[in-house]
């Protein structure tokens, strides 16, 4: 009888020990899903700070025009895209709608079409008619002079040249509207 009585005491004694380290656990996921969650929601810094401007460069347009800092006019959308991403497919109809309505027309659209070979060549034809075009290696003047660290990447640079807004979507950035 003894034995039964200690056999019952330890299982009970177990089951105990089991059920405050689940509670443990349970606490422990609950704290990493909120710290989760928090990071999720913030949106990932894919180019220069708002309030930043950018670095010197000077790159050549898809047409053969040469520009540079100096020559990018007030109140710009620049897109950076890579082929093969995702994320920029998802984005190039809203892309091509906010190009196409953006007050300034083509010259105060800039996308960067960033990688190499005749995969870039699609997107560059698909922006000919909207915007001016660039198309450049990961490590070219432009990826450089705007920081860039993830792809779709989007910025709207005010009338000095400073960057507005950014955004990894073209949903949240804040763009001026019609011609």
């Known amino acids: 009888m003894a034995l039964l009585t200690a056999a019952v005491v330890l299982v009970a004694a177990l089951g105990l020990l089991n059920l405050v380290l689940l509670l443990g656990v349970i606490r422990r996921l609950r ?10 929601s913030a949106p990932p810094e894919v ?18 025009r040469v520009r540079a800092r100096a020559d990018i006019p007030p109140m710009t959308l620049v897109a950076f895209l890579s082929p093969g991403c995702d994320h ?13 309505e953006m007050p300034g027309g083509p010259e105060h659209v800039w996308v960067v079409v960033v990688g190499k070979g005749p995969e870039t060549q699609e997107y560059a034809d ?8 660039f198309v450049e290696p990961g490590t ?3 990826p450089k002079a ?15 040249g400073v960057v507005a807004s950014t955004a990894f979507g073209l949903a949240r950035l804040d ?3 019609a011609r």
């Open 47 to 64: 180019m220069l700070e708002v309030g930043s401007i950018p670095g010197d460069f000077v790159s050549t347009t898809v047409d053969g």
């Open 146 to 160: 705007f920081a860039i660290k993830g792809f779709p990447a989007f910025g709207l640079l005010d009338q000095h």
């Open 175 to 177: 763009l001026p509207v």
């Open 31 to 40: 704290e990493h899903t909120e710290l989760l969650s928090e990071r999720q």
């Open 88 to 100: 920029c497919e998802e984005q190039l109809p809203e892309l091509e709608q906010r190009a196409a």
């Open 126 to 133: 698909r922006f000919a008619a909207l915007a001016t075009v």
């Open 140 to 142: 070219g003047p432009l």
